[in-house]
């Protein structure tokens, strides 16, 4: 089934400055890779997602990569903000109707003022 | 609000006693999931339907653990004989089939078990 490993575990960035999170994944057959932040006592939320027919997207301030070759995808947040502060999951899923979406162990962001 | 709800937020019990947790999906969505998240892990998969029909179940939903979704509307997640090891978050999440790519999740019924 399904592995999926992300990086760092936390990680602190001065506010202003760039986030970068990493998620590889094992399952080939994956074709959809969403991100999701989930902020204390909530429950996930979707922010961005990609398909494996895409390399790019970006949405405002956030974007994410896919490199389908080596497996890797990648969420990166720009010009951060103090409400960026939650803990980020990448996730993956195989395109079909009986398939679910597998998590990564999750990111803290913090950031500081 | 249209969210997912989920009840009850927040639920104490002492071990062996049983648990159910109530989830409302988007009422316009046919499918739903459950979820456990521990402490610092990502959300792991336990079962999900498709309207009324319960289509998988992971190896983490032990004999102890049933879902239901009756009407193809709420779904009841019960945890019979509670151990200390089911003490968790417990996320409902659901989806359109026809946009069956993300879920939206609603936040979650915390159990601890004592």
């Known amino acids: 089934g399904e592995n999926v490993e992300q990086h760092p575990s936390t990680l602190s960035v001065q506010e202003g400055d760039s986030a970068v999170i990493k998620c590889t994944y094992s399952?080939?057959?994956?074709?959809?890779f969403p991100w999701y932040k989930q902020e204390l006592g909530k429950g996930p939320q979707l922010i961005i997602d990609i398909r494996s027919n895409v390399g790019e997207k970006k949405d405002q301030r956030i974007a994410v990569t896919l490199n389908k070759t080596a497996k890797h995808f990648s969420l990166h947040i720009t010009e951060t903000q103090p409400e960026d502060s939650a803990v980020y999951f990448c996730a993956a899923r195989r395109y079909s109707s009986a398939s679910k979406i597998i998590f990564g162990s999750g990111t803290r962001l913090s950031i500081r003022p | 609000d249209t969210g997912v709800s989920q009840n009850p937020r927040h639920k104490i019990t002492k071990r062996g006693q049983n648990v159910t947790f109530r989830c409302d999906p988007i009422?316009?969505?046919?499918?739903l999931y459950w979820y456990r998240q521990t402490l610092g892990q990502g959300p792991e998969f336990l079962t999900y339907?498709?309207?009324?029909?319960?289509?998988?179940k992971s190896r983490l939903l032990s004999d102890r653990f049933s879902a239901e979704r009756p009407k193809g509307s709420f779904s009841t997640l019960e945890i019979q004989r509670t151990e200390q090891g089911d003490s968790a978050m417990y996320l409902c999440?659901?989806?359109?089939?026809?946009?069956?790519?993300?879920?939206?999740f609603g936040s979650g019924t915390r159990l601890t078990v004592v």
């Open positions: 339907f498709q309207n009324e029909a319960q289509l998988e």
């Open positions: 009422s316009e969505h046919n499918r």
């Open positions: 999440a659901s989806s359109l089939r026809q946009d069956d790519y993300g879920y939206t």
């Open positions: 399952d080939s057959a994956s074709n959809y």
